[in-house]
T-cell receptor
Framework: GENVGLHLPTLSVQEGDNSIINCAYS??????FIWYKQESGKGPQFIID?????DKRQGQRVTVLLNKTVKHLSLQIAATQPGDSAVYFC?????????????FGSGTRLSIRP | GAVVSQHPSRVICKSGTSVKIECRSL??????MFWYRQFPKQSLMLMAT?????????EQGVEKDKFLINHASLTLSTLTVTSAHPEDSSFYIC???????????FGEGSRLTVL
């Protein structure tokens, strides 16, 4: 079946540094990708998304890069803050016969060193 | 942004009983709702896709007779875990969107503990 996976399960970053979280996806037909942040005991929170016709999209302190050639997605967080500590998931939109569904990757835990 | 509400946020039940979890879209009409399950330190696994007025589409390996999903209106979907067992203990999360694609809005999750 479809699978969206991550290279690193945990990432420790010095406060103030930039964080880069990577994700590999397997479905070349996916047309939409999303990054979510999940804090303990809560539902996923939308961070940023990107459609397959784009290579890069920037938000506030976050940038998503999409490389369709190697089916790779990354999330860059600038000037990482303690509040960025969470688990980050990439997800992809996969189309079925008449509708689409969002499938999640395995997640990366981001921890911030003071 | 859009708000999706889940209730209850926590529930404890005895083995063999059934538990119902509600998912409501508060400020938009959710033509499609999704139910996910998340075990500790794992990712969200899609259980089923629910379209208003039609039967839910279950993912492979998810028992439709055990996890009953009803999407009776454009603002409400329910997940009923029937004859719950300890292995059903998990974090259940719903999400909703308007239309066939686009951004999902997630609820805060419901933690089920089966004793």
């Amino acid at each position: 079946g479809e699978n969206v996976g991550l290279h690193l399960p945990t990432l420790s970053v010095q406060e103030g540094d930039n964080s880069i979280i990577n994700c590999a996806y397997s479905n070349s037909a996916s047309d939409y990708f999303i990054w979510y942040k999940q804090e303990s005991g809560k539902g996923p929170q939308f961070i940023i998304d990107i459609r397959s016709n784009m290579d890069k999209r920037q938000g506030q302190r976050v940038t998503v890069l999409l490389n369709k050639t190697v089916k790779h997605l990354s999330l860059q967080i600038a000037a990482t803050q303690p509040g960025d500590s969470a688990v980050y998931f990439c997800a992809e939109n996969i189309w079925g016969s008449s509708a689409s569904k969002i499938i999640f990757g395995s997640g990366t835990r981001l921890s911030i060193r003071p | 942004g859009a708000v999706v509400s889940q209730h209850p946020s926590r529930v404890i039940c005895k083995s063999g009983t059934s538990v119902k979890i509600e998912c409501r879209s508060l400020d938009f009409q959710a033509t499609t709702m999704f139910w996910y399950r998340q075990f500790p330190k794992q990712s969200l696994m899609l259980m089923a896709t629910s379209n208003e007025g039609s039967k839910a589409t279950y993912e492979q390996g998810v028992e439709k007779d055990k996890f009953l999903i009803n999407h009776a209106s454009l603002t409400l979907s329910t997940l009923t875990v029937t004859s719950a067992h300890p292995e059903d203990s998990s974090f259940y999360i719903c999400s909703a969107r308007f239309g066939g694609s686009g951004e999902l809005f997630f609820g805060e999750g419901s933690r089920l503990t089966v004793l």
